[in-house]
């Protein structure tokens, strides 16, 4: 009687440390927008290998770049347990492309959310500085089901030509953390298609205020370097361009890059960037 009073004991004190200790993955996808001119690539004949990628790997919370409206709906559908939020680029509506996040609604409540624009004026659709195309950040404060504890998940995607637009981007994003957050603490997890090397002038701006999840992964980074493959098989995959970079109290226990495919064919013309995080 008393050795089994004992493992009660025990299991009372350590199932709260278990409760606390809740991991999420975590996954950055450039999809790839809907053109009938990929051909064998467009959307309809990948949107089974985006959807089984995501389920296979239970991503508990994606950002989504160059996502169009009916191609997050063809997800939507496919993965019931998740809910998803964000607009348009072009009119804050469906006009363009969303950078959208989703999220495992049976795990996480979502306690508020938003967006704002990478431009001199972010809070209506418009183009920044010398970007060629509009730019947008989506954005969602979450509270875990399991633990209560709150974090901030922010998604975007960078110009692909503007020098000044990538860098006051990265000026803006660290700025609307800072407020949004509002000298809370919270744990931060930015993902996005940042059209940019590890050696750049803006990605080194945002690790000044974040951290890159490959550099600091508890386990050595699984996959290749590069995330870009223009949906050729035979591609270097040397040049990262997708991240997922992190804030506050984020462990990252994992970082990959996934190379999954089906018969010689990639689910988009970018691997998806996966991490496993715990909040601290």
């Known amino acids: 009687m008393c050795r089994i009073k004992k493992l009660i004991l025990i299991v009372l004190i350590i199932a709260p ?27 309809p004949n990948r949107v089974g290998m985006v ?40 009119d804050g509506e469906r006009a363009g492309e969303f950078s959208p996040i989703f999220y495992n609604k049976t795990k996480f409540i979502l306690v508020k959310h938003g967006e704002f624009w990478l431009s001199e004026n972010c809070n209506k659709p418009g183009l920044g500085w010398d970007a060629v195309c509009n730019r947008i950040v989506t954005w969602g404060e979450f509270k875990s089901k399991v633990t209560g504890k709150h974090f901030l998940a922010f998604n975007t995607h960078f110009d692909h030509k503007g020098v000044e637009a990538r860098k006051n981007s990265a000026f803006l994003i660290r700025d609307k953390i800072k407020e949004i957050s509002n000298n809370r603490g919270l744990p931060v997890i930015l993902t996005g298609d940042f059209n940019l090397t590890p050696d750049s002038e803006p990605i080194k701006l945002i690790k000044g205020f974040m951290k890159d999840s490959r550099e600091v992964s508890e386990t050595p980074p699984y996959g290749p370097v590069g995330t870009f493959t223009s949906f050729d098989w035979n591609a270097t995959m040397e040049n990262r361009i997708d991240y997922i970079f992190i804030q506050g109290g984020v462990k990252v226990l994992k970082y990959a ?17 996966f991490v496993r995080v715990q909040l601290k």
């Not at 200790?21 to 051909?39: E, H």
């Not at 296979?56 to 989504?64: C, P």
């Open 17 to 43: 440390t278990i409760i606390l200790a809740q991991q999420m993955n975590i996954v950055s996808f450039n999809i790839r927008y809907n053109t009938p001119n990929d051909g064998e690539n467009a959307w």
């Open 51 to 90: 959807t089984e990628l995501l389920q296979f790997h239970d991503a508990d919370i994606f950002g989504l770049q160059e996502a169009l409206y009916e191609q997050i709906t063809d997800i939507e559908k496919e993965l019931p347990n998740h809910e998803w939020f964000g607009v348009g680029r072009d």
């Open 257 to 273: 890059v996934l190379t999954d495919a089906k018969n010689q064919r990639f689910p988009s013309d970018h691997l998806p960037v």
